[in-house]
């Protein structure tokens, strides 16, 4: 089935740490996005890319780095300055030109304790 | 960058009634979308729609590009249908960038 899967479902770590959140696709879409979701909140743009090898930042990127190495899969990596990191992530992908629909992944819940 | 308001911000009906949600936005738009957010947090889309009429079962969509705002029609509301809906746009103007803002959301509870 295509669609984009994200790993892991839930996430715990502690302060002072690094952690990777996977976002991996099938659909063969060119764009992928990260956002951010606090509770009873919108949706925040951390970091999109448009092609392999190339990414921009979103509306809060500080605290957040990206890779895009292959077309297939886009990693955040949440860095320790970031300060309130304890939020649902979630990862998009849309096709060529950047229209037509923004499908998402089922998220990942990170909780620093 | 572009404003996107939703209202209401929360709403509350009972099952078999109908509600309008409605999406303003402050520039041109050449991508609109309506989503749905479940209680386990997935995100569905409903509709793309920049312009136009589309329907789907008991939901419709309307967008009214020239006067910046979208609405989206819930005939007959079920208790599945409760949960956060969003409307994210994406600026015509803003050339090769594929960036979407989305709304802060309507909030809909369904009770039976």
């Known amino acids: 089935d295509g669609g984009i899967t994200q790993s892991p479902k839930y996430l715990f770590r502690k302060e002072g740490q690094n952690v990777t959140l996977s976002c991996e696709q099938n659909?063969?879409?060119?764009?992928m996005y990260w956002y951010r979701q606090d509770p009873g909140q919108g949706l925040r743009l951390i970091y999109y890319s448009q092609i392999v090898n190339d990414f921009q930042k979103g509306d809060i990127a500080e605290g957040y780095s990206v890779s895009r190495e292959k077309k297939e899969s886009f990693p955040l990596t949440v860095t320790s300055a970031q300060k309130n990191p304890t939020a649902f992530y979630l990862c998009a992908s849309i096709g060529t030109g950047g229209y037509g629909t923004q499908y998402f992944g089922p998220g990942t819940r990170l909780t620093v304790l | 960058g572009i404003q996107v308001e939703q209202s209401p911000p929360d709403l509350i009906l009972q099952e078999g009634a109908n509600s309008t949600l409605r999406c303003n936005f402050s520039?041109?738009?050449?991508?609109l979308q309506w989503f749905h957010q479940n209680p386990w947090g997935q995100l569905i889309n409903l509709f793309y729609i920049p312009s136009g009429t589309k329907q789907n079962g008991r939901l419709s969509a309307t967008t009214v590009a020239t006067e910046r705002y979208s609405l989206l029609y819930i005939s007959s509301s079920q208790t599945t249908d409760s949960g956060v809906y969003f409307c994210a746009v994406r600026r015509a103007s803003g050339g090769s960038n594929y960036k979407l803002t989305f709304g802060k959301g309507t909030l809909l509870t369904v009770n039976p």
């Open positions: 520039d041109s738009v050449n991508n």
């Open positions: 659909l063969n879409h060119d764009a």
